[in-house]
């Protein structure tokens, strides 16, 4: 695999996606639990289409940047454990690189999306990259401490997607 798309943490291999994810992605994305937390209401839902949309636009990404989203995999078994990374956003108002990720829930709880964040962050800061944020809804407590453990810090609200989410920044 070329330099840059594999990271490897104490528990994770960060991957370049491949289309071949995409039935990971399905499984993930359209998990209720995941929903709750990424499409909060008014919001719809993600429908069966948008995993894959949102594949096609990670690939994308890589080819364009060099650098995006990882399929994250538990380095012991190989199993699917989520998606992390870093990919382009204007929720900010301005070009910024965000550190989103989602982890299966079966696995919440383990530390793995703060793994995967720090390694996003070292990236980041690798890349020298100017602007680095996440951002959440309010209630998304286990996401903000994720946030706080990857060394950014609360910036304030942020509209997003009409839904109000608060914003952190690197």
Not at 31 to 45: G, I, N, S, T, Y
Request: glycine share 10%; with cysteine.
């Amino acid at each position: 695999m070329p330099p840059g798309e594999e990271t490897l943490t104490a528990r994770l291999r960060c991957l370049r996606p491949t289309r071949a994810d995409e039935p990971d992605y399905a499984a993930l994305l359209l998990e209720p639990d995941v929903q709750r937390w990424l499409r909060p209401p008014p919001l719809a839902p993600m429908g069966p289409a948008d995993p894959g949309d949102l594949l096609t636009h990670d690939l994308a990404h890589w080819d364009d940047h060099g650098y995006g989203p990882w399929v994250l995999r538990d380095r012991r078994t190989g199993a699917f454990v989520g998606r992390g990374g870093m990919c382009w956003t204007t929720a900010t108002g301005s070009f910024a690189v965000e550190l989103p990720w989602a982890i299966v829930p079966a696995r919440w709880g383990e530390g793995l999306a703060t793994e995967a964040a720090r390694a996003a962050v070292a990236q980041a800061r690798a890349l020298e990259l100017e602007e680095v944020v996440s951002f959440t809804v309010p209630g998304n407590l286990p996401s903000r401490r994720v946030m706080e453990k990857a060394g950014l810090r609360l910036a304030g609200p942020l509209q997003h997607a009409g839904v109000e989410h608060v914003l952190y920044r690197l």
